[in-house]
């Protein structure tokens, strides 16, 4: 209310100046028509009882004339002032003096003043007009004037802002206080399903922000439920963790027997056995990927990449007749990462796009994981392109966020999080490249693009003597 009352205001002194100009003009106006008598009068002189009445009906007290030779004539004579009246200049009016006029006519001077008006003609040729009148009429008019301004600028100040108020609490406050109510009700409890804010669906800042309130809560929730279930599975690791290795041990123990045997199978089978007990055993040490606080140091080292990624495949079932690995990688290819951590992150990737693969019921086709290599100003780049179903945009947002991350039903939404943390773990990243209804590609990015091993050399044959 006070705001358009303060606008309204700026509007109150020119208001009252147009009144007042107005209000003076019609007096000039009338006084000339009435001193148009002497134009008919005898020896255009009038009688005194006719300037009385003419006075009287044009509520001036003298009517002058100044003509274009610079005469001036006295058309209606009025009694002598006593005290000289103030003037108005009706032709030309600075801003100032002219905003300023109105209050000076109400609150200036005592009462009974003469003003003495000057105006263009419209009637006579002639310079000007001027007339001497009393103000008294001016001011009542004006003052009631003024007090009709006020009201009518309290009613529109009272009904604006009572309008402007109801707006803004409907279309602001209230959906404001909706938002405070849903932070204030997550903050205590983020497991309320009634702290939940849905979006209404509005397009300006307020719609914003609930969108961005809507997914934070859906984050942190998110973060929550990871927190929580990691802190399960650190307390459960740590209770089968013993059992755990004691059984591994004992798997070791039944290899190194198996691998006394002579018998060709076994033997060729015993390295691979071997080489995944070593892995389970390091694993169930380190107390699980993830119950752990972060993974140890990588030792990167060059590493021929077709043989990791045969093992990988191996372990992840790629096989001719399923969903066969495709390398493109030239023999001799080499990258620079930690062995293990380098098969963790192959195997997460292979089986999970031949999981993905498996579980599309409208395949005709064979499944197939492509690998390639190249490097990228000094970084090894491997890209694994399959044929699957692509990924959900709902599952790209989570992708690689642990046990969020899952596209699979049944799936534990680890897979990726650990490998994108190995890969980081060697100052590289592993990121979604491409993703659509023909398949997916990833791009692991490692430090380091180690020269290929040259093959060794032919050995010529004997020449017969």
């Not at 109400?106 to 040729?125: D, H, N, S, T, W």
């Not at 409890?189 to 800042?205: I, M």
């Not at 290795?245 to 199978?265: F, G, H």
Request: charged share 25%.
């Amino acid at each position: 209310m006070l705001f358009v009352a303060g606008a309204s205001a700026f509007a109150l002194p020119a208001a009252l100046a147009a009144f007042e100009e107005q209000w003076l003009l019609d007096r000039v106006r009338a006084a000339e028509l009435a001193s148009m008598a002497t134009e008919v009068a005898p020896d255009q002189v009038l009688s005194e009882n006719l300037a009385e009445r003419l006075r009287q009906g044009a509520g001036v007290q003298t009517v002058a004339v100044l003509d274009n030779d610079g005469n001036r004539f006295l058309k209606v004579p009025g009694p002598r002032l006593e005290e000289p009246p103030y003037l108005v200049d009706l032709r030309d009016q600075a801003p100032a003096s002219w905003l300023s006029a109105p209050f000076q006519t109400l609150f200036g001077g005592g009462e009974g003043r003469m003003v003495r008006v000057i105006a263009e003609p419209r009637f006579y040729q002639a310079q000007f007009i001027e007339v001497v009148a009393p103000d008294t009429e001016l001011k009542a008019e004006l003052s009631v004037y003024l007090w009709r301004l006020l009201a009518i600028m309290a009613f529109v100040s009272v009904l604006a802002g009572t309008l402007v108020y109801l707006s803004l609490n409907y279309f602001l406050v209230r959906p404001m206080q909706r938002i405070t109510h849903s932070m204030e009700r997550f903050a205590a409890d983020p497991e309320d399903a009634g702290a939940r804010l849905t979006p209404s669906g509005r397009r300006d800042e307020i719609g914003r922000a609930e969108v961005q309130l809507n997914r934070m809560q859906d984050e942190l929730r998110a973060a929550l439920s990871s927190r929580a279930r990691l802190a399960a599975l650190g307390e459960a690791v740590a209770k089968i963790n013993h059992d755990l290795r004691n059984m591994l041990t004992s798997a070791q123990i039944a290899s190194e027997r198996l691998a006394a045997l002579k018998d060709p199978q076994v033997t060729q089978a015993m390295p691979r056995l071997e080489r995944a007990l070593d892995r389970a055993v390091k694993l169930a040490s380190d107390v699980l990927t993830y119950g752990k606080t972060e993974e140890a140091a990588p030792d990167a080292r060059p590493l021929t990449l077709g043989e990791a990624l045969d093992a990988a495949a191996e372990e992840a079932r790629l096989t001719p007749d399923g969903v066969r690995l495709v390398s493109l990688v030239q023999p001799g290819e080499r990258v620079n990462a930690d062995p293990d951590q380098l098969h963790r992150i192959l195997v997460n990737l292979m089986r999970n796009a031949r999981e993905a693969i498996e579980q599309q019921a409208e395949r005709t086709g064979p499944g197939m994981i492509q690998v390639s290599l190249f490097a990228d100003d000094g970084v090894s780049v491997l890209r694994l392109a399959d044929n699957g179903p692509g990924v959900s945009e709902r599952a790209r947002e989570r992708l690689f966020q642990p046990f969020a991350g899952s596209t699979r039903p049944g799936g534990a939404g680890l897979g990726l999080a650990i490998a994108r943390e190995l890969a980081q773990g060697h100052g590289g990243d592993l990121s979604l490249a491409e993703t659509g209804p023909e398949g997916s590609i990833f791009e692991l990015r490692l430090p380091g693009a180690p020269p290929p091993l040259k093959p060794p050399p032919r050995r010529r044959k004997a020449k017969a003597s």
